[in-house]
């Protein structure tokens, strides 16, 4: 899988690809990540990105020729990339179009800054545009860190075999249930003494309501489309008596 990303930073990515599970998936070749700096397409001597807006108005928007080149470049080595702009104007993303996304080989992603890009680029390079949620960022960069991290993760390989992206809140629709680990006690708290029983069938009954209760309470909006047993329903509709 590789990322090429155009930014007018590219050193806000030298450190977050260095670390932990992303590191390893580059070490071992499953995923690669570029970043472009636009100013390089710039022809001009002072190497100009941006410009005052057309029709006046605060701000200043990044320049058509530079984007596009750089586009054009990635492009021609690889026709088949998909071009993606990151902007808070896009489609929210979700784990649905990060799946999706992961099924592809090539992603070209672009770091908006200022007021944006200058229209003509999104129509005439722009595959798809992607927000990661109803706030505003200073720029695309960390939105395109976001997108990466979560559908290089879902990349076979990448994550090792003792974690397992099926485990994960979100792939069945329902929140985890509550982890513990060592000690059983800490100060007067105890773990739920059913984890410490060694009976399976009891902690997998426990954890799948405790995950049906977590939804239930915290996102009761993910019910609705998540997959529930008749087993599932029952759980859920003590767990609403007792929150009643
Ligand atoms: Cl993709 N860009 C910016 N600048 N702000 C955002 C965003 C993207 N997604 C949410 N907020």
Redesign the pocket.
């Known amino acids: 899988m590789k990322f090429d990303i155009l930014t007018l930073f590219p050193k806000m990515f030298f450190s977050p690809f260095e670390e932990s599970i992303l590191a390893r998936g580059i070490e071992k070749g499953l995923i690669e990540i570029r970043t472009i700096n636009i100013r390089n397409f710039a022809q001009d001597k002072h190497q100009v990105v941006d410009d005052t807006p057309y029709g006046g108005g605060q701000g200043m928007v990044m320049k058509v020729e530079p984007i596009a080149r750089a586009i054009e470049q990635v492009r021609a080595e690889d026709p088949s990339a998909w071009t993606i702009y990151?902007?808070?104007e896009?489609k929210p993303l979700n784990q649905e179009r990060v799946k999706e996304l992961s099924s592809r080989s090539h992603l070209i992603l672009l770091c908006?800054r200022y007021e944006g890009v200058d229209e003509r680029v999104r129509e005439l390079f722009i595959d798809e545009e992607?927000?990661?949620?109803d706030?505003?960022?200073?720029?695309?960069e960390l939105?395109a860190m976001v997108l990466i991290d979560a559908v290089s993760r879902l990349v076979p390989g990448v994550l090792g075999s003792d974690r397992s992206a099926e485990n994960d809140s979100f792939y069945d629709d329902l929140l985890e249930y509550p982890q513990y680990t060592r000690p059983a006690n800490f100060r007067g708290y105890e773990v739920p003494s059913v984890l410490l029983s060694g009976n399976h069938q009891a902690i997998s009954l426990w954890r799948r309501r405790e995950a049906l209760r977590r939804t239930y309470l915290r996102r009761p909006d993910l019910l609705s489309k998540a997959t529930l047993s008749e087993e599932d329903k029952q759980i859920l509709e003590e767990i609403a008596k007792k929150n009643r």
């Not at 706030?135 to 695309?140: E, N, Q």
């Open positions: 990151l902007t808070p896009g908006g992607i927000s990661i949620g706030y505003v960022l200073t720029g695309g939105a």
